[in-house]
């Protein structure tokens, strides 16, 4: 295969990502896309902390937040009949993020400069999207993967590939080729979005508007002033088909408490919940809205794509590189459909109270949501908890092959949890994109040796406040995944004996494949 480069159809967000992640690891690929060039409207925005933390990995995360709008609190309000509105509750990010993440907030990022921006990052690595050359299928066996790639002209190319990755939406050709299902359904409710500058003062927080009928968010898209709104459609419009911004505007601006003073985009939808049957088959993945579309709860959508991406491509370049089997390929479908099915569960769940029709819908969204919210966040613990949902730093694969043992709170599977706040960041070292081995305080006896002979790079921290507020024990070793988990953790004397047995049996090598 080492001739052969991988095959990206599809050129969103987590195309881009695993194009990305493929780059800076030396793997040769070509990125197609059938649109003919990046997309020009907002829609995506929200980037969580777990996201921001791959960026850093990459190299570009504070490039990225000086583009955005870091949306650092959420308000909840709830409004009665006449469009007279209480506060709720107001969470700050800070709070409760500042010692679980570099980045505690939510960064809004319109989705056009943000596929701008990683298409630029691509360019550094002499790298171009093939625009309107669109998969028409494939056939793949032992040897390779053999593409048909239809270009705006008609021209049929054939295009012969180590792998191909399908990262090209919830439509996707890589999956119908497959014959895969994608079970699961469409929401009855009918959404809308709008991108409007409001009267007053820009804000920078999102708000969550609680009514008796609908449901409104606003939060900013573009440090020119613009504000998203998204929410859901008045029932006694729901079946109206042509549908503009003004038939609904008696029903949001009091919602909001604010006048729209101009409307930049407008739009209706419903929204899906699927999973595809599987993300894997033989050289063939599924990443993104290819793999798993849910409902908008918590902004999670191309965040998990994105997440897929990075799973997705250091595994590739392991395996491509003959630095592992092809057996690491399986954990991404493992891994990673566990979480879709996990994620959309959870966030059906949550969606399909909040927009209930009817006397029980009102209820929730005007007594029970408001009362829970106002609650629940009083409590530190449920903050926290909130900002490790929402943020995605909660993600972790206990169940994978690649995980195993424990450290104090920190187990195999987890996230490496970040020591910066108040201690040594050990973040910094993630940069390399590859494994390592991470010592909190005392380095047990004999892991220096094993680590020079497996040339695995060993990062070693004192141990302090910041490190024990992570759940980590003195004396904890981490063998660190190239995506930032913990494969193995450790104690003392256990540390050696169990990375040495756990690269012989996954069969990994860490030194580069001799050409």
């Known amino acids: 295969m080492a001739d052969k480069p991988v095959l990206i159809a599809g050129a969103g967000p987590t195309g881009l990502v695993l194009a990305l992640a493929l780059a800076r690891r030396n793997v040769p690929f070509r990125l197609i896309s059938a649109a003919s060039g990046p997309g020009e409207s907002s829609r995506a925005m929200a980037v969580h902390a777990r996201t921001l933390e791959f960026y ?25 009949d006449h469009g007279l509105g209480r506060e709720v509750t107001a969470v700050g990010f800070q709070d409760i993020g500042g ?23 691509l360019l550094q690595y002499g790298v171009q999207v093939e625009w309107q050359a669109a998969l028409a299928g494939f056939e793949q066996d032992q040897d390779g993967v053999r ?28 999956r119908h080729s497959l014959g895969l299902t994608f079970a699961g359904g469409t929401y009855d409710q009918r959404f809308h979005v709008a991108d409007v500058r409001l009267d007053g003062p820009f804000e920078t927080d999102l708000r969550v508007n609680l009514g008796a009928e609908i449901l409104e968010l606003v939060l900013p898209v573009r440090s020119t002033g613009m504000n998203r709104l998204i929410g859901l459609v008045p029932p006694v419009l729901s079946e109206r088909e042509e549908l ?15 006048r729209v003073a101009a409307v930049n985009w407008f739009s209706t939808y419903r929204v899906h919940h699927r999973v595809a049957e599987r993300f894997r088959v033989g050289r063939a993945f599924l990443a993104g809205d290819a793999g798993h579309v849910h409902s908008p709860a918590g902004g999670q959508g191309m965040n998990t794509g994105i997440g897929d991406a ?36 959870t966030t059906d ?17 005007r007594i029970v949501a408001p009362a829970v919210v106002g609650t629940a966040t009083r409590f530190d613990v449920v903050r926290r908890a909130m900002f490790r ?17 424990h450290a104090g709170q920190v187990r195999g599977g987890d996230r490496l949890p970040w020591t910066g706040h108040g201690g040594a960041d050990n973040f910094a070292s993630l940069q390399s994109l590859d494994w390592q081995v991470h010592v909190y305080g005392p380095v047990p006896e004999g892991l220096q040796a094993f680590c020079l002979e497996a040339g695995l790079p060993l990062q070693g921290f004192g141990w302090d406040s910041a490190a024990a507020a992570a759940g980590l024990v003195s004396g904890a070793a981490c063998l660190v995944r190239p995506d930032g988990y913990v494969a193995v953790a450790a104690t003392g004397a256990e540390a050696v004996p169990a990375f040495a047995s756990f690269v012989q049996e996954r069969g990994l090598r860490f030194t580069a494949r001799v050409a």
């Open 56 to 80: 850093r990995q990459f190299g570009f995360a504070e490039a990225v937040v000086a583009q955005g709008i870091p949306i650092r609190a959420i308000h909840v309000r709830e409004v009665g």
């Open 99 to 121: 010692p679980i993440s570099p980045y505690p907030f939510v960064l809004s990022y319109a989705q056009d400069d943000h596929e701008q921006f990683l298409i630029q990052q």
């Open 147 to 174: 593409a048909q790639v239809r270009h705006a002209d008609g021209r049929i190319d054939a295009i012969a590939a180590s792998y191909i990755c399908g990262c090209d939406g919830a439509h996707s050709q890589v």
């Open 244 to 258: 503009t911004f003004e038939d609904i505007r008696g029903h949001v601006e009091p919602l909001i408490g604010r």
């Open 310 to 345: 990075v799973n997705l491509g250091w595994k590739l370049a392991q395996v491509w590189h003959g630095r592992a089997p092809d057996s690491l390929l399986d954990t991404y479908d493992s891994e990673r459909i566990a979480f879709a099915r996990q994620l959309v569960a």
């Open 349 to 365: 769940r949550a969606f399909r109270l909040i927009v209930a029709k009817g006397l029980g819908g009102e209820l929730i969204r």
């Open 389 to 405: 949902t929402v943020s995605q730093v909660q993600i972790r694969y206990p169940d994978s092959v690649l995980s195993r043992g």
